[in-house]
């Protein structure tokens, strides 16, 4: 083990990425305290010897520990792992206020902005604790295939290289690869927006469109999402790697993801409401829909299907004119 990896780590989040990486955390050596909001989902852990809730079947390690307080979880961690829904991002931000010691960096595998600012996560982290070093993990992976040990590569972004190798490196394991990137910004904006672009193709796939409508709904979302990540300055490379390219293709393409369900849902005559709780978890793309149209409308990019989606969930469009509003725009060169 090296020397420079923590032994004993703290996750923040007991959903089923949450629990996921856990359980790959302890499989690379380390002993994890995994904490969340709710102490009935932390009691559940304990009793049932897994999260039978959100990720069933994948037995709980020794060295895996559920505890019902924060302060507990924090007590003697070398390195923290945050792994809420967005939306619950700057509580519990709030919640470690004053607590860190200085030199432990923040890291999270929380893909989305903030609901009610837009802001990137980062920008919040940094809002409410001040200067820290800060990284986010993200990259296609589903939690599931994680658990089961199946091979993944994903990235750790962060502006301090030794942050990113240091928490790259105690995710780093036989079937796990993990990489590092200095884009923080292009990294989190590929991890967020791919949700969007996946309920739409959701819809597509739903509406029986096919592969060629599918192919092309992934190659335009990568436009769209390229345009959007460099403007907030993010790297055009960044687009092309594991945060960018790769998320997009697994999320729009594989039933695991809860956004392409939430467009297959709609497809299929379901409400918003209906589709959530058929899902039963977070459907992070409803919650960035909203603030990726409005980031785009500020800086001036076209996100047509992006645009689209959220007629869909906010404006009483139907999956069928959303598709015909597509269609009928007008030809153009496909590259600027």
């Not at 893909?111 to 809002?127: C, I, N």
Request: hydrophobic fraction near 45%; charged fraction near 20%.
């Amino acid at each position: 083990m090296s020397q420079s990896v923590p032994a004993q780590l703290a996750v923040l989040g007991a959903g089923s990425w949450g629990t996921a990486l856990s359980l790959l955390l302890c499989r690379n050596g380390y002993s994890v305290r995994i904490w969340d909001f709710f102490s009935e989902q932390v009691r559940a852990l304990r009793r049932d010897g897994e999260n039978r809730r959100f990720l069933p079947g994948f037995a709980l390690p020794p060295t895996l520990r559920p505890v019902e307080g924060l302060g507990e979880a924090l007590e003697g961690a070398d390195e923290l792992l945050i792994v809420v829904p967005s939306h619950a991002f700057a509580d519990i931000l709030r919640s470690l206020s004053g607590q860190l010691p200085d030199e432990i960096g923040i890291a999270w595998a929380t893909k989305g902005f903030a609901p009610d600012t837009g802001r990137l996560l980062h920008q919040v982290a940094e809002g409410i604790l001040g200067p820290r070093d800060l990284a986010v993990v993200s990259g296609p992976s589903f939690a599931r295939e994680v658990a089961q040990g199946l091979p993944t590569a994903v990235t750790v972004a962060s502006r301090s290289p030794e942050l990113a190798r240091r928490v790259a490196g105690y995710l780093h394991g036989d079937r796990f690869r993990a990489y590092t990137s200095e884009d923080l910004i292009g990294v989190q904006v590929g991890g967020a927006a791919k949700n969007v672009l996946a309920i739409a193709t959701g819809i597509a796939d739903g509406l029986g469109f096919g592969a060629n409508t599918r192919a092309a709904l992934i190659t335009r979302g990568l436009a769209e999402l390229i345009r959007l990540g460099t403007a907030m300055g993010g790297r055009q490379e960044t687009f092309m790697g594991l945060a960018g390219l790769g998320d997009l293709v697994l999320t729009c393409t594989d039933d695991q993801s809860r956004n392409r369900r939430m467009g297959l849902a709609l497809a299929r005559g379901s409400s918003v409401a209906e589709a959530k709780r058929e899902i039963g978890q977070e459907v992070e793309g409803l919650i960035t829909t909203p603030s990726v149209n409005a980031i785009a409308q500020r800086l001036g990019v076209e996100m047509p299907i992006c645009e689209q989606v959220l007629g869909v969930l906010h404006d009483g469009v139907t999956p069928t004119q959303a598709t015909q509003n597509l269609l009928m725009r007008s030809s153009k060169a496909e590259l600027p």
